[in-house]
Structure formats: structure tokens, C-alpha cells
């Protein structure tokens, strides 16, 4: 036992002395120069002030709205560090110009409405409006600067010389651009308000800017969201907390650390516990996020049947368009006949005057004149044959008009199986992409078939030269799309065994898989059996302790005289079974943190494996999808 304390007590001092990137080593040296000593001694003491005024500046930002930014020596940080001038860059004597629209009417409103949202949101004591700051007076900028520039120092006040201490306020925190003081003393002019308001504007978003900055992100380099997460603490976090306290009480001439390495298993062992509880409920969302996989895969893909709706609904597009550009052919063909039927009734109508006055003339030469029976017999056999040629001329008239209306029946229906088969061409054609000449396959030729049934002398030969020019075209497309699927079958069985040794890899990582998760369980296992057996043993060296009291107090009871040498097998008994407890709760930690380091590799072997294998299927489904 004891020596069993004495490694134990040895191994807790040298892992507190080897841990240098946990805590410093103290300088064993007593012979060492005083010179090297002060200089050390100078050098931590200043980390320390860093160390505390970067836990200064943490607190003071979650504390306190007017201190954002923690209070500094802002001239010191732009002389030590000339990069961070916020994009400022001077050759020789040559002032950079300021690119922005200074003066641009919308770009002064827009920074104006900016200023003011700041001011209301930040609980500017003064009511401010737009309409105040676009003219505004020299006692409103200087409070409007006051109250933004408070952000970065709190104690600020204006100067009683504002006219030679703003434009340095402005230079010293880095703003790029120069401020006269003569644009000072006339800050409401046209000529100078827009610089003033556009570097008010710039100072206004360096505060945005620090009170949007996390003091987490900054010093323990981590991610937004992981910042939050196991009550605000990362593992950065910790250690620096850990450092920090170790360095004190090395300050302080402490050589032992044990309540802050506690404190810092404990914090350990706490995160480790909160990683198992994420660990599951990750898996967990594995799960429903892959079963939901499963039930999208199963279910038809909308984009197919939306593609093919909007392929019907182009083709009936064209088709209407085509039906309406044949209705206003007809409709001007009506017209055009409207026309000539208008002239011609006009023709007729004047016709038809003269045929009534040569009527009425004949009628008065008829009336006046006079007939012999000879005569009245000769115009009766005239009128009645007259009349037989016109009955005649009648149905001749209307055996005509029959034959002409059948044959006009027999051209339409001949017209709308020409268009039928025009149109099923002109669709066959696009799904082939060779409509329009700009498309995919035409490469410059048109072939579009164009009907046109409107004009009275159809062009013959030039239906002529379509057919000759599309045929010898169409020939060779058919030759390449021949080539072409010969090509894309060949790559296609290539593909499949290509497709086929993945499947098969994919199978063989899936064992290796189940063999990892196996081999998991059986140390989760072994883990839990050593853990039951800690605690039988913890039980019963506290059974052992409670009757070692028990023995304590009957041998009291019996003799006083053996008190001093029963105190003393006491404080060995309890010495021993503390020392018993400790090296228990040592095991159990190494037990503890093999399982830990198990797992983690076992969990990372497991996702870079499952990273491969989505990998792989990824590609084939790429692979497959652009076979397809």
C-alpha cells in the first residue's frame, strides 16, 4: 500500500510537471542568474495581466451595452499593427481618394436612415429624425459622435478643441480617409457634411461590427454554433480556464495542482458524457433522416411528370399558335373576299340603276307605242322561250354549284390531312431537336415544314427543294444517331460492370462495417463488466471502513488505556483504504478513458467509412444518371 501511495503521489507530481502545454513549470534552478529569473518572472506576470484583461473584456461585453469593445490604448494598437488600418494605404504623400458616392443624394439618405436606426435601437437620449440630420447643426453631430464613439471608450467627452481632436480620434482608430479641421468648423455646409456623415457612418459600423464579435470566436477560435454548446465551454475553453489557475497558484508558489486536475477530469468527464448523449441522439436522427430517404425514393419523381406536362403544353402551345396564325390568314382571306364582294354589289347596284331606267324607258316606249296582234304573238313566243333557256341555264346553274361544293369538301378534308401529317413531322422534329435552325441537331438547316393553303398560286417548287435539301440531311443524322447509340450501349455495359464492382466494394465496406460495430459492442461489454466490478469493490471497501469504525468504537468502550495505539491502527486502516479508494477511482478513470479512446476510433473509422461509401454512391448515381 504504502508503496503503491508513494507512485501514485510521485505520478500525480509528474504529470503536473510534464504537462507543459496545461500548466508552466516552476524554476527549480536556485543557482540560476537573477537577471533570467526577473525576466521570466516579468514575462509571466505580464501574460497574466494579458490573461486577465482578456477576462475583463469577456465579461465586460456580456455585461454592460456601452462597453462592447473593452477600453484601450487605441493609438498603440494602430501604430503596432499598420495592416489592420481598415484598408488604408497611403504612397508616400499621396492621400487615398474615397471611392464611395459621398455626395450622391440616395447614398447620404441611405447612411442618414442607417445613423438614425442605430441611434433609436441603442436608446439615443435626443429624438433625431432624418429630416434633422440633413442640414444638421454643430451641437447635434458632436453629440451624435459622442454618443456612437461612447461604444468604444465609455468615459469619452468631447474635447473643448473637437476641431483637432476629432480628426485624430478618427486617424488613431484607422479611419482611411483624411478629415480636415476646416470642414469642422462648417459641419452643416454642403461641401463638408457628406465627408462628416460618411466617416459617422464608417464609425457607426465599426461598432456594429465590435458588438456583433463573439469573445469566444476570438479567443478560443471556434465556431458559432459550437460555441454555445455544453454549457458555453469548448475544450479551449477549459484548458485555458485550467492554465489560467494553475499559473495563479504558481504564482502564488504552489507546486500542486490537484484540485484544478480534478476539476479539470471532472470537466472532461462531463463533456465525454454529453458527446454519448449527442452520439445518440445523432443516430437517432440517422435513422428517421435515412428512413425518410427510403419513403422519397419510393415515392415517383414529380420533375418527370411536370417535364412531360410541360412537353404537352409546349406542343399544344405551338399547335394553337399555329391554329391562331391559320385564323388570321382566313380572316384576311374573308376580309379580302368581304372586299371584292362589296365592290361587286356596288357594281351590281349601279347595274341595276341602269337596268331600272332602261326599264322605265322601254316602258314608256311600250305604253306610247303601238302593237299589232302579230307583234304581241311574236314578244309571247319570245318570252316564252326566253324563259325555258333560263330554267335551263337554271339547273345547269345548280348541277354546277353541287359538283363545286363536293369538291370543295373533298379539298378540306384533303387540307387537314395534309396538316396532320405536317404538324406530326414539324413534333417529331423538335423532340429530335432539329427545330428551330438553332437547335441542337439542325446545325443551320431549317427543317420546319411551313404550309400555307391561303396563297391563290402555292409555290411548287420550293416544296421541291425542301424535300431535296432535307432528305440527304436527314440521311446522315440517321447514320450519326446510328454511330452515336452504338457508342452509348457500349458505354453503357461498361458502366454496369463498373457499377457491379462498386456494388460489390460497397458490400465488402458494409462487413467491415458490421465487424467495427461488433467489435464495439464487446468493449462497450468489457465496460460495463469492469465498471460492475468497481463498484462491488468500492461497496465493500466502504463495508470495510464502516466496520473498521464499528471495531473503533467497541474497543473505546473496552479499554481506554489502548486508546493511542488503536487511534493509530486506525489511521493506518483508514490511511490504507483510502489510499484502497484512490487507486480504485485511478483504475476507473484509465478504464474510463481507454473506452473513450475506443470509441472515438471506432466512431471515426466508422463515419470516414460511411463518407466513402456515400462518396461512392454518389458518383455511381451520377454515373447512372448520365448513362441514362
Not at 501511495?5 to 504529470?15: D, E
Not at 456580456?62 to 462597453?67: F, H, L, R
Not at 429630416?131 to 468604444?152: C, G
Not at 462531463?270 to 454519448?276: E, G, Q
Request: proline fraction near 3%.
Amino acid at each position: 500500500m504504502n508503496r503503491n501511495s508513494n507512485r501514485s503521489s510521485s505520478g500525480s507530481r509528474a504529470s503536473s510537471g510534464s504537462r507543459a502545454s496545461l500548466a508552466p513549470l516552476r524554476i527549480k534552478q536556485e543557482n540560476a542568474h537573477a537577471g533570467s529569473r526577473g525576466r521570466s518572472l516579468a514575462v509571466g506576470r505580464l501574460s497574466t495581466g494579458a490573461s486577465s484583461k482578456a477576462s475583463t473584456s469577456r465579461s465586460s461585453l456580456g455585461t454592460s451595452k456601452k462597453s462592447m469593445i473593452p477600453k484601450a490604448n487605441m493609438g498603440g494598437l494602430s501604430k503596432s499593427r499598420r495592416s489592420s488600418n481598415y484598408g488604408r494605404q497611403t504612397y508616400g504623400h499621396e492621400v487615398v481618394k474615397d471611392p464611395r458616392p459621398i455626395s450622391d443624394k440616395s447614398f447620404m439618405h441611405r447612411e442618414i436612415k442607417d445613423i438614425v436606426e442605430f441611434l433609436v435601437d441603442n436608446r439615443y437620449p435626443t429624438p433625431v429624425t432624418t429630416k434633422s440630420l440633413v442640414t444638421p447643426t454643430t451641437k447635434d453631430f458632436l453629440r451624435i459622435f459622442e454618443f456612437i464613439y461612447a461604444f468604444l471608450e465609455p468615459k469619452f467627452v468631447i474635447p473643448t478643441k473637437h476641431e483637432e481632436e476629432l480628426p485624430k480620434i478618427l486617424k488613431t482608430i484607422g479611419y482611411p480617409f483624411t478629415i480636415s479641421k476646416s470642414s469642422l468648423y462648417t459641419i452643416g455646409s454642403p461641401h463638408t457634411w457628406p465627408h462628416l456623415l460618411a466617416a459617422l457612418h464608417w464609425l457607426m459600423e465599426l461598432v456594429k461590427c465590435g458588438m456583433n464579435m463573439k469573445p469566444e470566436v476570438m479567443l478560443y477560435q471556434c465556431e458559432d454554433d459550437i460555441a454555445d454548446e455544453f454549457d458555453g465551454k469548448t475544450e479551449a475553453q477549459i484548458l485555458y480556464e485550467f492554465v489560467e489557475c494553475t499559473y495563479d497558484a504558481f504564482l502564488a508558489g504552489s507546486d500542486e495542482y490537484e484540485e484544478e486536475e480534478k476539476a479539470l477530469a471532472q470537466e472532461f468527464r462531463r463533456k465525454a458524457v454529453c458527446v454519448a448523449g449527442d452520439m445518440q441522439q445523432l443516430e437517432a436522427e440517422k435513422q428517421r433522416l435515412r428512413a425518410e430517404l427510403e419513403v422519397l425514393e419510393n415515392e415517383p419523381c414529380q420533375l418527370t411528370l411536370l417535364q412531360e406536362r410541360y412537353q404537352v403544353m409546349q406542343i399544344d402551345n405551338n399547335r394553337f399558335k399555329n391554329y391562331l396564325i391559320e385564323l388570321d390568314n382566313h380572316k384576311r382571306a374573308q376580309e379580302q373576299k368581304l372586299t371584292e364582294v362589296d365592290c361587286r354589289y356596288q357594281q351590281e347596284a349601279l347595274a341595276y340603276e341602269q337596268t331600272q331606267a332602261e326599264n322605265q324607258q322601254l316602258q314608256h316606249i311600250f305604253d306610247t307605242q303601238e302593237l299589232s296582234a302579230t307583234d304581241v304573238e311574236r314578244i309571247k313566243m319570245q318570252q316564252r322561250e326566253l324563259a325555258q333557256t333560263l330554267q335551263v341555264l337554271e339547273k345547269e346553274k345548280e348541277s354546277l354549284d353541287r359538283e363545286i361544293w363536293q369538291e370543295e369538301k373533298a379539298i378540306a378534308k384533303k387540307r387537314e390531312q395534309i396538316d396532320q401529317q405536317a404538324q406530326t413531322y414539324n413534333n417529331m422534329a423538335r423532340k429530335l431537336k432539329l427545330i428551330p435552325s438553332t437547335a441542337e441537331n439542325a446545325h443551320g438547316i431549317d427543317y420546319e415544314l411551313r404550309l400555307n393553303f391561303v396563297s391563290q398560286h402555292p409555290d411548287h417548287n420550293s416544296m421541291m427543294n425542301f424535300a431535296n435539301m432535307i432528305k440527304p440531311a436527314l440521311l446522315q443524322l440517321k447514320k450519326q444517331v446510328k454511330e452515336t447509340l452504338h457508342d452509348i450501349t457500349n458505354k453503357l455495359a461498361m458502366e454496369k460492370e463498373t457499377l457491379e464492382q462498386i456494388s460489390e466494394m460497397v458490400e465488402n465496406k458494409q462487413d467491415e462495417i458490421g465487424l467495427q460495430e461488433t467489435q464495439l459492442e464487446r468493449a462497450e461489454r468489457e465496460f460495463l463488466s469492469h465498471k460492475e466490478r468497481l463498484n462491488k469493490e468500492y461497496k465493500s471497501s466502504i463495508e470495510q471502513v464502516h466496520i473498521l469504525e464499528l471495531e473503533f468504537l467497541e474497543l473505546k468502550q473496552l479499554s481506554e488505556t489502548d486508546v493511542e495505539i488503536q487511534a493509530r491502527e486506525l489511521a493506518e486502516m483508514k490511511r490504507k483504504a483510502h489510499q484502497e479508494l484512490l487507486k480504485m477511482n485511478e483504475e476507473k478513470n484509465q478504464y474510463n478513458s481507454f473506452l473513450l479512446d475506443a470509441v472515438n476510433v471506432i466512431l471515426q473509422h466508422k463515419t470516414e467509412i460511411q463518407e466513402r461509401i456515400d462518396g461512392l454512391h454518389r458518383k455511381a448515381e451520377q454515373d447512372l444518371a448520365e448513362l441514362e
